[in-house]
């Protein structure tokens, strides 16, 4: 059901709930007004978000997760994760000080759901390199770590992780998460029973962290690959498997004990669907490039062909495919030729008989 309204009755309805939210009004009332703006900012119409913005809405919002009660900021929190949604209010939220408010919220005094709703905040915010940058430098790293442990809700979780992904696009806060000691946590974060969405951003973080070499084999030490690999198999979300692919392509490339280690895992198989027509090109250009890293010796090149990897491969060079989806297939297939050496002849064959 639509939360919208009609055009004519929402700027005075929002002017005077604004007006409550900022007046010294009853903490009741309050309460009534943010309920009132959640309702319009739940299902994320894009239309409302920006009138309520537009209606001077986050400013008190920012004041009442800072000042409130309990039941105060648990509601204003999660209008403001809402609203943060969008990339024009995440810089309004920004800058009204929404980001020590918000950090604050993460720690062991606040109600549950309003961790939650702090860290999905923050996940919205962090996007942009610099206000990323502001946000660990209010302490919200170490906090979100925390609420990765076991006793925390999976949703939580998932959005505490989620953050912590949307940090790095500050590269500063990459190492400064690696060496926090959060790498075991996160493998496990990556294991069954745990929600699709928590696997999915927690495969995209261990990518980001694997970048830097040292990092890689931290990763592997702890479990990564085998849980990785798993991931891989069709019974995961295509966005799952197209992370999992991404990391174990990193680790591939940044340590060649790793790559050993993930071919031995049987990752070739399950890599080559990826490939195929019913996948976004983005997962398609991520296996393309997982496949180029394994193609390192002629064995190698032997198993992918033997998956069906070549053909695929040689699809994505057809007009039509994206030139980022072309290009990762057309280095993936120089890699196999390079990679083939004596076992061209027999390759051929084998491509022949496809």
């Given at each position: 059901?639509s939360h919208a309204v009609t055009p004519e009755a929402l700027p005075a309805n929002l002017r005077s709930l604004v007006r409550i939210l900022g007046a010294d009004s009853r903490p009741e009332q309050k309460m009534k007004a943010i309920a009132k703006i959640g309702d319009l900012c739940g299902d994320r119409n894009l239309g409302n978000i920006v009138a309520v913005a537009a209606a001077g809405a986050i400013?008190?919002?920012?004041?009442?997760?800072?000042?409130?009660?309990?039941?105060?900021?648990?509601?204003?929190?999660?209008?403001?994760?809402?609203?943060?949604?969008?990339?024009?209010?995440?810089?309004?939220?920004?800058?009204?000080?929404?980001?020590?408010?918000?950090?604050?919220?993460?720690?062991?005094?606040?109600?549950?759901?309003?961790?939650?709703?702090?860290?999905?905040?923050?996940?919205?915010?962090?996007?942009?390199?610099?206000?990323?940058?502001?946000?660990?430098?209010?302490?919200?790293?170490?906090?979100?770590?925390?609420?990765?442990?076991?006793?925390?809700?999976?949703?939580?979780?998932?959005?505490?992780?989620?953050?912590?992904?949307?940090?790095?696009?500050?590269?500063?806060?990459?190492?400064?998460?690696?060496?926090?000691?959060?790498?075991?946590?996160?493998?496990?974060?990556?294991?069954?029973?745990?929600?699709?969405?928590?696997?999915?951003?927690?495969?995209?973080?261990?990518?980001?962290?694997?970048?830097?070499?040292?990092?890689?084999?931290?990763?592997?030490?702890?479990?990564?690959?085998?849980?990785?690999?798993?991931?891989?198999?069709?019974?995961?979300?295509?966005?799952?498997?197209?992370?999992?692919?991404?990391?174990?392509?990193?680790?591939?490339?940044?340590?060649?004990?790793?790559?050993?280690?993930?071919?031995?895992?049987?990752?070739?198989?399950?890599?080559?669907?990826?490939?195929?027509?019913?996948?976004?090109?983005?997962?398609?250009?991520?296996?393309?490039?997982?496949?180029?890293?394994?193609?390192?010796?002629?064995?190698?090149?032997?198993?992918?062909?033997?998956?069906?990897?070549?053909?695929?491969?040689?699809?994505?060079?057809?007009?039509?495919?994206?030139?980022?989806?072309?290009?990762?297939?057309?280095?993936?297939?120089?890699?196999?030729?390079?990679?083939?050496?004596?076992?061209?002849?027999?390759?051929?064959?084998?491509?022949?008989?496809?």
């Amino acid at each position: 059901m639509s939360h919208a309204v009609t055009p004519e009755a929402l700027p005075a309805n929002l002017r005077s709930l604004v007006r409550i939210l900022g007046a010294d009004s009853r903490p009741e009332q309050k309460m009534k007004a943010i309920a009132k703006i959640g309702d319009l900012c739940g299902d994320r119409n894009l239309g409302n978000i920006v009138a309520v913005a537009a209606a001077g809405a986050i400013p008190p919002l920012v004041k009442l997760i800072g000042s409130g009660s309990v039941c105060m900021q648990m509601a204003a929190s999660s209008v403001l994760t809402d609203l943060a949604a969008n990339a024009d209010n995440a810089a309004t939220i920004a800058a009204a000080g929404a980001i020590p408010c918000l950090v604050h919220l993460l720690g062991p005094d606040t109600h549950p759901d309003t961790q939650y709703n702090a860290a999905g905040a923050l996940n919205h915010l962090g996007r942009d390199a610099g206000v990323a940058a502001t946000i660990a430098a209010a302490g919200a790293i170490p906090r979100l770590l925390h609420l990765l442990s076991p006793e925390f809700p999976a949703d939580t979780q998932s959005n505490a992780v989620s953050a912590l992904h949307t940090l790095t696009v500050h590269r500063e806060n990459v190492v400064t998460i690696a060496v926090s000691g959060a790498i075991p946590r996160l493998v496990q974060l990556l294991g069954p029973g745990y929600p699709a969405k928590s696997q999915q951003m927690t495969a995209g973080l261990l990518l980001r962290l694997s970048l830097i070499a040292e990092n890689a084999v931290t990763i592997a030490a702890a479990g990564a690959i085998p849980r990785l690999v798993q991931l891989l198999e069709s019974g995961f979300p295509a966005e799952v498997r197209s992370n999992a692919a991404g990391a174990l392509g990193c680790l591939s490339e940044k340590n060649p004990w790793n790559a050993v280690a993930i071919v031995v895992a049987g990752t070739i198989p399950l890599l080559v669907p990826l490939l195929g027509p019913d996948f976004q090109a983005v997962t398609q250009q991520t296996a393309a490039q997982a496949l180029g890293c394994r193609a390192f010796d002629s064995q190698n090149v032997l198993i992918i062909a033997a998956a069906g990897g070549i053909p695929a491969l040689l699809q994505l060079l057809q007009p039509g495919s994206p030139t980022f989806v072309s290009m990762a297939a057309r280095g993936a297939l120089r890699r196999i030729q390079q990679a083939a050496g004596a076992s061209r002849l027999q390759l051929i064959n084998l491509v022949g008989a496809l």
